[in-house]
């Protein structure tokens, strides 16, 4: 292996990767400011948000998902100079995210207080979480335009302008949750037809008017002559049915994800609440660190391997690929590490009861322990999405979450007593399996063919 290629690839792909980090850290900042915001208003507005968030997760994914299917073909498009494809697929991305979020609005406005309830809240948190689900679900069509707009600038090799635009709608979101959630500046008590635009519908107000400012501001991009990519009347069936190939497998990843929240968080309550607290704790912090890092590569990756197999060089994409693991390793690697040994702090940080702490250092010591397999997942799941292929991370996440995260787990904590011992050796394990086949995929699967096959079908083959 070059070493001046190893380090031209690196520094290729920490310039597509810094933009994402900086992005990924005040969307993490966002987030931290609502739970702050809401917890100087009460536990049941926490509570609430909490609850709504776990529904919120539905069209995340679905929003990641079909932008995943759309920085693949995009990367692969520009890489190959079929622009007219690339641009057909942003454009019927784009229709397909909106139209997928408009049972979300109706769900929200329909079934919002339920579904909370749904959860065992109490009827206060049910009321107020139903509302907020409401507010943030009326702009999921733009979440969704959103995540796929970035998604597939970010496909084209431009990473810089999905920053732009997120880092302002998020210190907008800041500014606006700050100010409605806590009533200042003359908006406490301020009705918008008869409803209270204060405290927790505020904080969601906030969220959804910055949904609407991101999806706006990157279609304008798209119209304009900011960025290479164009949006152009949706005509092309082979690439839409294309781009249905390629997300849905990352959209059932994502909700497989976030359905196995549930079982997991479950069987850590009977643990005791302190575990399941500490849990919430060390995972989080470990997210913090390394979260901005992990995405940036994840989206980097499928970059330079959807752009190499474009222009007709698997060798050049499987070596960057490779490269690019080599560069998690030494980053994110080195900072879980650094983790393992400065856990109590940053735990301290977070609560002062302690036997929350001691479980939530434990907790955050395996996630450290386990950052080189989860950074090696998250950049090869990207590699292979660059290559089309998204059915082999969706294998390795499920079997991994539901057979160790939650079966092992279960079995070894519950079943044969072993109580939070089980949950860390099923976490640790679980990124383990899903590290290992991924890697086993990356190199030994026929993704490089997929995907030649796949440009040849919609016409994108590099001359």
């Not at 302002?168 to 409803?195: D, E, H, K, M």
């Not at 302690?354 to 997942?377: K, Q, S």
Request: net charge neutral.
């Amino acid at each position: 292996m070059s070493e001046s290629r190893l380090l031209g690839v690196w520094k290729r792909v920490f310039g597509l990767a810094w933009p994402v980090m900086a992005e990924q850290t005040f969307r993490t900042l966002m987030r931290t400011t609502d739970i702050l915001v809401t917890a100087t208003i009460s536990p049941v507005a926490v509570a609430a948000i909490g609850l709504a968030d776990l529904y919120a997760r539905f069209p995340l994914w679905i929003g990641l998902g079909t932008g995943g299917g759309a920085i693949a073909l995009a990367s692969q498009d520009t890489g190959s100079g079929a622009d007219a494809n690339r641009d057909q697929a942003i454009s019927i991305a784009l229709l397909l995210g909106a139209l997928l979020g408009i049972p979300f609005v109706a769900f929200g406005l329909l079934f919002g207080r339920a579904a909370i309830a749904l959860l065992g809240a109490p009827a206060e948190v049910a009321t107020l979480g139903g509302v907020y689900l409401a507010v943030i679900f009326l702009t999921a069509p733009a979440r969704h335009v959103a995540l796929i707009a970035a998604r597939s600038l970010q496909g084209t090799g431009d990473t810089k302008t999905p920053m732009y635009v997120n880092v302002v709608a998020n210190l907008c979101n800041i500014a606006g949750s700050v100010v409605l959630g806590l009533g200042l500046f003359g908006t406490q008590g301020a009705r918008l037809f008869g409803v209270e635009i204060t405290g927790v519908v505020g904080v969601g107000i906030a969220t959804s008017a910055a949904n609407l400012l991101t999806a706006s501001l990157l279609l304008v991009a798209l119209r304009t002559d900011w960025t290479d990519a164009s949006l152009v009347r949706p005509s092309n069936p082979i690439v839409a049915k294309q781009l249905v190939v390629v997300s849905a497998p990352s959209v059932a990843e994502g909700l497989a994800s976030t359905l196995a929240e549930f079982p997991l968080n479950s069987i850590l309550l009977g643990f005791g609440t302190e575990v399941n607290a500490a849990f919430q704790i060390g995972r989080r912090i470990y997210q913090q660190v390394t979260g901005p890092l992990s995405r940036g590569y994840n989206v980097a990756s499928s970059v330079v391997v959807g752009q190499a197999l474009g222009d007709a060089d698997p060798e050049r994409a499987r070596f960057e690929g490779w490269a690019t693991v080599g560069l998690g390793l030494a980053t994110v690697g080195v900072v879980g590490l650094l983790l393992v040994v400065a856990a109590e702090p940053f735990v301290r940080a977070f609560t002062d009861d302690p036997e929350t702490a001691r479980y939530a250092v434990d907790f955050a010591r395996v996630y450290g322990l386990t950052a080189g397999f989860l950074v090696a997942f998250s950049i090869l799941q990207g590699a292979l999405r660059g290559a089309s292929e998204t059915r082999l991370p969706f294998l390795a996440r499920t079997t991994g979450l539901f057979g160790f995260m939650v079966g092992f787990t279960y079995l070894f904590g519950v079943v044969l007593d072993y109580g939070v011992l089980g949950a860390y050796a099923g976490i640790a394990l679980s990124y383990v399996w899903m590290a290992g086949v991924v890697a086993v995929s990356f190199w030994r699967s026929n993704w490089a063919r997929r995907a030649a096959s796949m440009m040849a079908e919609r016409g994108s083959t590099a001359e």
